[in-house]
């Protein structure tokens, strides 16, 4: 069972900025796509930002929320991927996830989740 090391969630203040980190022990983690998703109470998931594998460019993807304020990105050596938000909003408070995905083997992870709360 491959399980994903989330970190960085916590408390800050509207207008702050957190940085998320998660590692995932796999073998060509480069040809993993990564994205991170959140969840609020009651609301149900949803993607906030995905990198695509380094075969298919690296691409990043917001949601039109977040696009301008967080920036996603991978380190390939590290078999790690970051979640930057920057000017976070009280909206912004979920419990994140990050997710490893490898579709031509049928693969897709989960991290257990890290909580983030934006409120003075």
């Known amino acids: 069972q491959v399980q994903l090391v989330e970190s960085g969630g916590g408390l800050v203040q509207p207008g702050g900025s957190l940085r998320l980190s998660c590692t995932i022990p796999?073998?060509?983690?480069?040809?993993?796509?990564m994205g991170w998703y959140r969840q609020a109470p009651g609301k149900q998931r949803e993607l906030v930002a995905v990198?695509?594998?380094?075969?298919?460019?690296?691409?990043?993807d917001y949601a039109d929320s977040v696009k301008g304020r967080f920036t996603i990105s991978r380190d390939n050596a590290k078999n790690t991927m970051y979640l930057q938000m920057n000017s976070l909003k009280p909206e912004d408070t979920a419990v994140y996830y990050c997710?490893?995905?490898?579709?031509?083997?049928?693969?897709?992870?989960w991290g257990q989740g890290t909580q983030v709360t934006v409120s003075s």
């Open positions: 990198i695509t594998s380094i075969t298919s460019g690296g691409i990043t």
């Open positions: 796999v073998t060509f983690f480069s040809l993993y796509t």
């Open positions: 997710n490893a995905n490898y579709r031509a083997r049928a693969l897709d992870y």
